[in-house]
């Protein structure tokens, strides 16, 4: 589907899209879920209700789009001068928004379709935030677990809670760190104190 | 809702609840998702609809009760004398019925109502297989990891992967299991020799 790959900025294609998830996001924030349909969409954003079945199919694959579009990341992670601490910080952010009311029912939009690229797709944010701080702890010369190592034992567990238990703490979040850390890497205190003494 | 408490056996509200539970399952089975009702439903089961929106609410939170009561498990995971062993074929049938056509509609009705109390249902079921397979650990005096860590390293990864990306396969969920394995446990080698040797 068009609206997936990421359209020439400026195009009509773009500015459909534009316009189609603007319209989307007004109405999710002041109507009932159930009385959002393609053609009220269509009229909002100013296109007919067959350019929106045409690019997204139907009601439930384009709420899967917008969701996964607001999951997009807009700053990188916070830096602190320490990678582990950059993780922890960002760790508690991402559990905290993914088990919002807004946040699980993006999550629920994204699961509800049989297609999996919107699914992928949120992963893949993820991975980019993850990759900066990954990229990060390089640079500073610290040991740090592997992009997979934070994805199968941070990022899932995390996400597993939310959606089938009790939503994580941050103590939970801070064990579920300590203990994908590689051997020799330093704990937060002493990262801690890196940070003060280089004023980074 | 009375749904979820487990209604005495035999009782008016545990007929109810499988002649509606059946006529459910019988409907998914052969008719498209969007054609399913709950006055279709009621005349199937043979109860009035009124029965059904008083008990369940709505359709949605109906297919979710139906949908985690199939994650019931039937069985105790299968037993071939290691611990190690008896986790890894669990872990990999887990995998294979939840990234099934079946598996993923299943978690999607879970997670489409905001209630969660089917999601920690499900949960408690899988939960309830790994504490099996624990005790089994215990008696036959193998280290082992807890349920909570197999929870976060071996459910939650693999859960991730089926939900926002690839699906695992058996060697990747082999490497979660060596990874979460105590110093000391032995090698799935080694469990098989074990096996071999003391005829179990």
Redesign the interface.
């Known amino acids: 589907m068009v609206s997936r790959e990421n359209p020439r900025p400026g195009g009509r294609s773009a500015r459909v899209q534009a316009a189609v998830h603007q319209a989307v996001r007004e109405m999710l924030a002041r109507m009932e879920r159930a009385d959002v349909t393609i053609p009220l969409i269509a009229q909002r954003a100013n296109v007919t209700p067959s350019t929106i079945y045409r690019r997204w199919g139907d009601l439930q694959e384009l709420l899967a789009d917008v969701a996964a579009s607001r999951l997009q990341p807009e700053t990188e992670p916070l830096k602190t001068g320490s990678a582990r601490m950059d993780l922890q910080a960002w760790a508690e952010q991402y559990a905290d928004e993914m088990s919002s009311g807004a946040g699980?029912q993006m999550?629920?939009d994204i699961?509800?379709v049989?297609d999996?690229a919107n699914?992928?797709k949120?992963?893949g944010y993820t991975q980019q935030q993850l990759r900066v701080i990954v990229a990060r702890a390089e640079e500073q010369g610290e040991a740090f677990p592997t992009l997979t190592e934070l994805?199968?034992?941070v990022?899932?567990?995390i996400?597993?809670?939310i959606?089938?238990?009790q939503v994580p703490n941050s103590d939970y979040i801070h064990g579920?760190i300590s203990r994908v850390m590689p051997k020799g890497a330093p704990s937060p205190e002493t990262a801690e104190a890196t940070v003060d003494v280089s004023g980074a």
């Open positions: 699980r999550i629920r699961l509800a049989s999996t699914a992928e949120c992963s994805m199968d034992f990022i899932s567990p996400m597993y809670r959606l089938f238990d579920l």
